[in-house]
Every structure is written in structure tokens, then in C-alpha cells.
């Protein structure tokens, strides 16, 4: 069963920046995007940036300009860099797969930025 390994997520103060990775476990074939989604308290998960397997990216309207997605297909791994950093970023960042009409899912990993 594959499985998707997020690091990177942390504390930090409004206008910093973090990097998050997202490793899959095993090779998975006909990835179709890959992608990161946030969920805050009291909210619903919410797409933040996802790029496809042709490169191309989509961003929510709140992090453009600020978010970087990318991936590394041989590594099997997808990052988000996120820069200048907002209280309302802070959220349980989920990695995302979509490979053979399955979603792959990683853990969550916190992200708390403080004003």
C-alpha cells in the first residue's frame, strides 16, 4: 500500500517561510497530480496548490504570489514553498496523489503562524 510521508511543517512567525515535502513510499504509476490541501479548525479542507503531470499549476487565490508547488516525478516527491507567511495560513496541510482514479493521502502536517 503506498503510502504518502509529509515534513517540513512547523511554527513560525507571520512573514516567514517553510518548505514542505511529500514523499510517496513506493512507485506510483500514472500520476495524473499531485497536489497539497489545508484544513483549518472549523473549516473545510480547501485546495491550495496542485500541479499536473504535464506541469501544469494551480494555486488557491490566497496563496498566489506566495506558493510555490513543485515535484520531482523520479523521486516520487511534491513540495510547497510558502513564503511570507499569514496567521492565516495556519492550518493541517495534507499532501495529495491522483494516480489511476485513486486520491492518495499523506498524514496532515501542522502549520502555525503567528502574528
Known amino acids: 500500500q503506498v503510502q504518502l510521508v509529509e515534513s517540513g511543517g512547523g511554527s513560525v512567525q507571520a512573514g516567514g517561510s517553510l518548505r514542505l515535502s511529500c514523499a510517496a513510499s513506493?512507485?506510483?504509476?500514472?500520476?495524473?497530480?499531485m497536489g497539497w490541501y489545508r484544513q483549518a479548525p472549523g473549516k473545510q479542507r480547501e485546495l491550495v496548490a496542485s500541479?499536473?503531470?504535464?506541469?501544469?499549476?494551480t494555486y488557491a487565490d490566497s496563496v498566489k504570489g506566495r506558493f510555490t508547488i513543485s515535484s520531482d516525478n523520479a523521486k516520487k516527491t511534491v513540495y510547497l514553498q510558502m513564503n511570507a507567511l499569514k496567521p492565516e495560513d495556519t492550518a493541517v496541510y495534507f499532501c495529495?496523489?491522483?494516480?489511476?482514479?485513486?486520491?492518495?493521502w499523506g498524514q496532515g502536517t501542522q502549520v502555525t503562524v503567528s502574528s
Open positions: 495529495n496523489i491522483f494516480a489511476n482514479y485513486v486520491d492518495y
Open positions: 513506493r512507485s506510483i504509476f500514472s500520476i495524473r497530480s
Open positions: 500541479i499536473s503531470s504535464s506541469g501544469g499549476s
